[in-house]
């Protein structure tokens, strides 16, 4: 075999050496890298549906949780704090720039620009219809006449 490529001309014999990387190229893309590509699709896809299933599992353990202390309606139960204030806050539409749970099981809510009236009308509900504890309050002014900047620490009543 080296005998008959040294016997060709220097042009063939480079057009050999071409053609022999363009084959192993080809080879190297139809064995290798395509079959790679596709399985890291196919489990992109597979990572979306399990965290999918994630979340539904941990949206019926905090039901089951519920349930099982009391019942869905009961005053007691331990609720999602974040969603309850994550829904209220929105029903009032009132400016969240920061949620951050602390190690004692509260939430500190930072409010921003929001009108005074809905921030008191929001720690009422909080307090008096969702049963929770308003711990700490802090309200600062801004430069808007009725709005104001509110730092607030929420927690589980009991």
Do not use: C
């Amino acid at each position: 075999m080296k005998a008959w490529f040294a016997g060709l001309q220097q042009r063939e014999q480079l057009s050999l050496l071409v053609l022999a990387l363009a084959v192993f190229l080809y080879l190297f893309y139809s064995l290798v890298w395509s079959p790679l590509d596709s399985r890291r699709d196919e489990l992109k896809v597979q990572n979306g549906v399990i965290a999918d299933s994630r979340v539904r599992v941990d949206a019926m353990v905090s039901q089951l949780l519920e349930l099982r202390e009391g019942g869905a309606g009961a005053r007691g139960a331990r609720r999602n704090l974040t969603s309850e204030i994550n829904e209220s806050t929105g029903r009032f539409q009132l400016p969240v720039m920061r949620l951050q749970p602390n190690s004692r099981g509260e939430i500190q809510v930072r409010l921003e620009n929001a009108p005074f009236d809905k921030v008191v009308q929001w720690l009422h509900e909080m307090e008096f219809n969702k049963g929770l504890l308003v711990r700490e309050v802090s309200l600062t002014q801004t430069g808007t006449d009725g709005l104001v900047n509110a730092t607030v620490r929420v927690a589980q009543a009991g």
